[in-house]
């Protein structure tokens, strides 16, 4: 092992992709890649990927399923498997609208005042209907 290292610097992917030289010192670390002085061991994925020309995802997928490799070389089964498919989204029921009006009426959601319920009150039953429930309603109380 010392014979090898004699030979040549080993520079990582990581080291390369974040070591702090200045631009000088990174053009002489390149000239020493090219030359042979120093090699690259153990590049990132990015790296890889970018000096073979592919996209970082065939990269990943290319390490995942070295076993396949065969195959999906000779274009029996491709790389990037196909996407799962995905059930659609379960339809909201819709409820039985019910044929007659309901026997009483709904709730206001916007809590009145007793001006606005009489108001309310008079709209639905009229003006005579309401006059006459106010005076048995008085007949009542009396």
């Known amino acids: ?3 090898i290292s004699s030979i040549y610097k080993a520079r990582t992917g ?3 992709a974040h070591n702090k030289l200045s631009l000088i010192e990174r053009a002489f670390v390149a000239a020493e890649l090219v030359t042979g002085e120093c090699q690259l061991v153990q590049p990132t994925m990015t790296q890889a990927a970018r000096l073979a020309r592919v996209n970082v995802c065939y990269a990943h997928y ?5 076993a396949e490799r065969e195959l999906i070389e000779h274009g029996a089964c491709p790389l990037v498997p196909s996407p799962l498919r995905v059930l659609p989204k379960p339809t909201e029921p819709t409820l039985p609208v019910p044929s ?3 026997a009483t009426p709904p709730v206001p959601s916007v809590v009145m005042g007793p001006r606005e319920r009489l108001d309310a009150i008079v709209a639905e039953i009229g ?3 309401t006059l006459d ?5 008085e007949k009542i109380a009396a």
Do not use: E, G, I
């Open 14 to 16: 990581r080291w390369l």
């Open 127 to 129: 003006l005579s209907a």
């Open 100 to 102: 007659t009006a309901p």
């Open 133 to 137: 429930l106010l005076a048995a309603n």
């Open 62 to 66: 290319a390490v995942q399923r070295q």
């Open 1 to 3: 092992m010392d014979q």
